[in-house]
């Protein structure tokens, strides 16, 4: 990341964010609005895009706009506690095993419909048999 400053289009190369999201970002107020050149062109410093790499990182990792919105204003002011921080990695976390708990459901049900298949017609097959009624599942969450 350069000192003197960057384009929108250099800072979504560096912080691998794309130019929208960065114009959407800015306009939520994820980002604050970078200073602009004469010409009116955002113009990102390196801590613009550091900012930006850490929403990036965030969004990866599966985090919604608000919280990423108030891990920004931890990050901001970093000589308080950790305990809001750690809250909204916790939930993430149990919204992650939740969601493993529900594919693995899935994976044992798509099993169970394959090993089902007669590999006949149609009309006895498991796998349009269980997606025509989701009664027929083994699961009832997935």
């Given at each position: 990341?350069t000192k003197t400053g960057v384009s929108i289009g250099e800072a979504a190369?560096?912080?691998?964010?794309?130019?929208?999201?960065?114009?959407?970002?800015?306009?939520?107020?994820?980002?604050?609005?970078?200073?602009?050149?004469?010409?009116?062109?955002?113009?990102?410093?390196?801590?613009?895009?550091?900012?930006?790499?850490?929403?990036?990182?965030?969004?990866?990792?599966?985090?919604?706009?608000?919280?990423?919105?108030?891990?920004?204003?931890?990050?901001?002011?970093?000589n308080q506690p950790c305990a809001t921080a750690d809250a909204i990695a916790?939930?993430?976390?149990a919204d992650v095993e939740q969601r493993i708990r529900s594919l693995q459901?899935?994976?044992?049900?798509?099993?169970?419909?394959?090993?089902?298949?007669?590999?006949?017609?149609?009309?006895?097959?498991?796998?349009?048999?269980?997606?025509?009624?989701?009664?027929?599942?083994?699961?009832?969450?997935?």
């Amino acid at each position: 990341m350069t000192k003197t400053g960057v384009s929108i289009g250099e800072a979504a190369r560096q912080s691998g964010v794309k130019a929208p999201t960065i114009r959407y970002y800015e306009q939520i107020g994820l980002l604050p609005a970078p200073p602009r050149t004469e010409g009116g062109r955002r113009h990102f410093d390196d801590g613009e895009l550091h900012r930006l790499a850490f929403i990036r990182h965030a969004r990866e990792l599966g985090f919604e706009i608000e919280p990423i919105r108030t891990l920004l204003a931890l990050q901001d002011n970093p000589n308080q506690p950790c305990a809001t921080a750690d809250a909204i990695a916790k939930a993430r976390l149990a919204d992650v095993e939740q969601r493993i708990r529900s594919l693995q459901a899935l994976k044992v049900e798509l099993e169970l419909m394959v090993e089902g298949c007669s590999h006949g017609r149609i009309g006895g097959c498991r796998v349009i048999e269980v997606l025509a009624d989701h009664g027929k599942c083994a699961h009832t969450q997935h």
